[in-house]
């Protein structure tokens, strides 16, 4: 992957998941609060260090962004407001869309419908898939 590339990407998942992962300080609460920490090779707290440092092919490589269960503890730990579970969601979709997957519209939304299903849960997956 060149430096653009590697640069793009980046980027991408910083406008993704709206997060600033250079306001992290390392403090380590969110991976101490984080029900999949011996599971992961990439700790929470690091996630921020692998985007800073441009080691995204290692990130997205890593055991860690499918080991994480997007409880949010670690968004509700951490006290300068990172967010390292929305950082490991924009790294999941980057992957996605690598492998040719994409983002819902609106309009794909109405096929979906399912009486069964939630409305919480449409409304999530809606903001969570529609950037």
């Known amino acids: ?62 055991k860690s962004l499918w080991k994480c269960l997007t409880c949010l503890a670690c968004i509700e730990r951490c006290p300068r407001n990172v967010q390292p579970g929305k950082l490991i969601d924009a790294s999941r979709q980057l992957v996605e869309r690598e492998r040719g997957g994409d983002h819902l519209t609106a309009d794909e939304i109405p096929e979906l419908l399912n009486e069964d299903i939630p409305q919480q849960l449409l409304v999530s997956a809606y903001r969570r898939y529609r950037r």
């Open 1 to 62: 992957m060149t430096k653009q590339e590697i640069d793009k990407n980046v980027e991408l998942i910083k406008e993704i998941s709206g997060c600033d992962p250079y306001k992290c300080m390392k403090c380590g609460k969110c991976s101490g609060s984080c029900p999949s920490f011996n599971e992961m090779d990439i700790k929470p707290h690091q996630f921020a260090s692998y985007i800073i440092n441009g080691n995204v092919e290692e990130l997205v490589a890593s």
